[in-house]
């Protein structure tokens, strides 16, 4: 049986013979020391066809559909032109060996040619792809490494090149800058109260908060320099008068000692790097807001922006996050206890950072794992709609939250929550009414400005701009009486009367010579007539009144 390789390189698809194979026997020992000798192999093996790749979109499409063991029409073609016709009813005489079993899989039910796919096939092909270059003559040296880096790199762009918009990556590093702030904060902030309290240890007892303390440590400075006029400004950084007045009273009694000036502006200088870090920390978790609400916003709304974010950095992506089942994502962060669990045959956990929404801790201890099951039901269906669905709504995040809210009075009070059958009903009419109302908006705006477009076309083209004139009977106005038919028979004469004297009129103009010009300049004339005909009644009119006013002088 005739055996033919398939082979995709970067520059085209090849297809080689390999006949005489019991020369070297069917043992892949023995074809691994036969590869890389050239004179041998090329003996067993040669070039029966080649169909080079027409661009570099071209070969990067063909690479991505045999990546996803997907057969195109230029390779269906290359092989039924190429390889001897399967007859039906009949065994096939030859095989075609692949790299990939999808592909070859696709290629034998599409086509109906046998396919193989093992270690022998593999070592063949690993000879193939060695000697290439000394296969195809026209081939120059350097021409396939550059073939082979450029669809590299453009398949790897193609690969990595997502929605700008819904990088999930930004997230995962997001959350994990927040936690290592977090930590770093609270330490620095310890190091500032011990530090500080050398020289006011009473200070501790009065300020809780971190950021608050430092603040007041900036602000006080020395506790010796502390006066009463320094109250308002205590006032502003605590927001409360009788914490700043117990600041003054105990600066005035403190048990600490006096530092330098120099530790002082060190003291001052590392309460500043405290306060720039807290700062820095609340606009890095708005910006983890806003984010999360671009790229997971059902998953958001649901467990909130924090526990969100920790889920999609914990499984890797959100890609990876959809795909985990619901059971998965309950002991998301619990590995541990739960190999220990598997191992000692203990409880497996019943929760991992799912345990950090508010949804289990407002459940009772008896309901806990109850809640966190039906949670991590709820906040899968919520991943694989951020995940997959086109337009961003939170409409489903909300409708999900209501029913772990409706969970909750269930397990306490026992009240029937809704099937869930009817609340993502609910969920899918509310995003088709929005939708259409999103259609509804934009198609006026796209007539508004088709017809500037045309207005603007029409005034560069030179034609007069036509008004938009109110017709006067769309309205149905009840004052506007039906005309009669002896009206119509009287307007239809007053029109016909009015053509046949325009006609003489032209006649008239005929004779005289002048018949060569256009409508237009006709018409022009006619206008021209009456304007001098009007101008000249005109001028009658005012010397008939000249007349009168010296009559009437006259008789006085």
């Known amino acids: 049986m005739a055996l033919y390789l398939l082979y995709e390189s970067a520059s085209g698809y090849a297809l080689f013979l390999a006949h005489g194979l019991d020369e070297i026997g069917q043992n892949t020992e023995a074809v691994r020391s036969s590869v890389s000798d050239l004179n041998r192999f090329g003996k067993v093996v040669k070039l029966a066809a080649f169909h080079p790749f027409e661009s570099a979109l071209d070969a990067l499409n063909q690479c991505n559909s045999v990546s996803e063991g997907l057969m195109t029409d230029e390779l269906r073609s290359f092989l039924e032109l190429n390889l001897p016709k399967v007859k039906e009813g009949k065994k096939p005489k030859f095989s075609l060996g692949t790299a990939e079993p999808k592909i070859g899989s696709h290629i034998f039910e599409d086509t109906k040619i046998p396919c193989q796919s093992n270690e022998f096939v593999l070592e063949l092909l690993r000879g193939v792809r060695l000697h290439f270059d000394r296969f195809i003559k026209d081939l120059k040296p350097g021409d396939l490494e550059k073939a082979q880096l450029g669809l590299g790199h453009s398949y790897s762009r193609a690969k990595v090149k997502f929605n700008v918009n819904r990088v999930d990556n930004m997230v995962i590093q997001a959350i994990f800058l927040l936690d290592t702030l977090d930590k770093d904060i609270n330490s620095f902030s310890m190091r500032v109260r011990e530090w500080y309290s050398w020289h006011f240890p009473e200070l501790v007892k009065i300020v809780n908060d971190n950021y608050l303390y430092a603040k007041v440590a900036k602000f006080v400075e020395n506790k010796l320099e502390l006066s009463e006029d320094k109250i308002p400004g205590l006032t502003e950084i605590l927001g409360d008068e009788d914490k700043a007045k117990e600041i003054v009273e105990a600066a005035k009694a403190s048990m600490g000692q006096d530092l330098s000036p120099i530790d002082l502006i060190n003291v001052q200088q590392f309460a500043q790097r405290v306060m720039d870090l807290s700062e820095y920390r609340k606009k890095l978790y708005e910006y983890l807001v806003t984010k999360m609400n671009d790229i997971a916003p059902n998953l958001a709304s649901l467990i909130g922006e924090v526990v969100g974010a920790r889920l999609i950095s914990h499984a890797g992506s959100l890609t990876n996050l959809a795909k985990c089942p619901s059971s998965t994502l309950q002991i998301l962060g619990a590995e541990k206890a739960l190999f220990r669990a598997l191992k000692t045959r203990g409880n497996t956990p019943k929760y991992g950072l799912i345990f950090h929404s508010s949804f289990i ?151 005289n010579g002048v018949n060569t010009e256009d409508g237009t300049a006709k018409k022009k004339k006619k206008k021209k007539s009456k304007d001098e005909d009007g101008e000249g009644l005109a001028a009658a009119s005012e010397g008939k009144k000249k007349k009168k006013k010296s009559r009437s002088e006259d008789d006085d």
């Open 361 to 511: 801790g407002r459940a009772s201890a008896r309901n806990k794992g109850r809640m966190a099951r039906y949670l991590a039901n709820k906040c899968s269906i919520a991943s694989r709609i951020d995940c997959f669905a086109e337009s961003n709504t939170t409409v489903f995040g909300e409708k999900l939250r209501e029913q772990v809210e409706e969970r909750l009075e269930f397990y306490d009070k026992g009240i029937a929550p809704r099937k869930n059958i009817d609340v993502m009903k609910a969920a899918i009419e509310i995003t088709q009414n929005n939708d259409t109302e999103d259609k509804a908006t934009t198609e006026p705006s796209a007539k508004k400005s088709k017809k500037k477009k045309s207005k603007v076309e029409a005034a560069e083209d030179g034609e007069p701009m036509v008004e938009d004139k109110p017709t006067a009977a769309t309205n149905g106005d009840a004052s506007d009486e039906p005309k009669t038919e002896k009206k119509k028979k009287k307007e239809k004469r007053k029109l016909v009367e009015e053509e046949e004297q325009v006609q003489a009129v032209e006649n008239s103009i005929g004779v």
